[in-house]
């Protein structure tokens, strides 16, 4: 290529990459956008409380660390003594407890368990070293749980225990006992699911949702040796879930 030529090329070139340089920087584009917010977002939830009642006496689970109450008044409010040295000797023996579900939302699940369940001697008693036969155990104590109405004098479901037709329970047997009801397992309580049949309990939050229960512990046998100057002990744990 001639030198005149190789010069008109160059100079070709360089007007080209002046006339990019000018497109690149000085031209504009559009830009195009579009939004939108969802305002105000919260997260709440509400509260499961369970109240649980005998007599006078009413403790509550909200007055406990987490929700959980023992009971005994060492982290909550003190709940009241089922049985307060009842005297088994005689036959069966029977306590009333209310429950309720004192919060917000409703509970799907009522369950409870046995804990701590012992037998031994009653030290209080005179000749307390006294004892006759083999001691019972607390698979020889016997126990039923029926729903009741609110004065505690009408059957309303079978919750635990032998039933003869799911509102009424049958007296105490060895198929429901201290021992079967233990823990740390938790049982279901049963209620009437709308037809007559047992559907594990639930407990809808409100006072006018209060479920009423008569507990029954019945001994193997009654006025049997074995049973003079004994002395049985045991927790009873009341549980709700969400």
Not at 40 to 45: D, H, I, K, L, R
């Amino acid at each position: 290529m001639s030198r005149k030529r190789l010069k008109q090329y160059l100079l070709l070139l360089m007007a080209i990459g002046v006339i990019a340089v000018a497109m690149t920087g000085g031209s504009t584009f559009a830009s195009f956008s579009a939004q939108v917010t969802n305002p105000g977002n919260t997260f709440v939830s509400g509260t499961l409380f369970l109240h649980d009642t005998s007599g006078a006496t009413t403790c509550t689970s909200e007055s406990a660390s987490l929700n959980v109450n023992p009971g005994d008044g060492s982290n909550g409010d003190n709940c009241a003594v089922l049985f307060n040295g009842a005297d088994l000797s005689g036959g069966p023996v029977t306590a009333h407890l209310a429950l309720q579900d004192a919060g917000t939302i409703d509970a799907s699940a009522l369950m409870f368990s046995v804990d701590n369940c012992t037998v031994g001697n009653n030290s209080t008693s005179t000749g307390s070293s006294v004892t006759f036969g083999t001691a019972p155990t607390c698979g020889d104590l016997y126990m039923t749980i029926q729903q009741t109405n609110s004065s505690y004098s009408t059957d309303v479901f079978c919750a635990y225990g032998p039933t003869t037709n799911n509102t009424d329970c049958n007296a105490p047997d060895n198929t429901a006992t201290l021992a079967t009801a233990g823990g740390p397992t938790l049982h279901a309580l049963q209620m009437n699911d709308g037809s007559g049949n047992p559907t594990p309990a639930n407990l809808v939050h409100g006072a006018a949702n209060t479920k009423y229960y008569v507990i029954t512990i019945a001994p193997s046998v009654a006025s049997d040796n074995t049973l003079q100057n004994r002395a049985v002990s045991f927790d009873m744990t009341w549980h709700i879930d969400q």
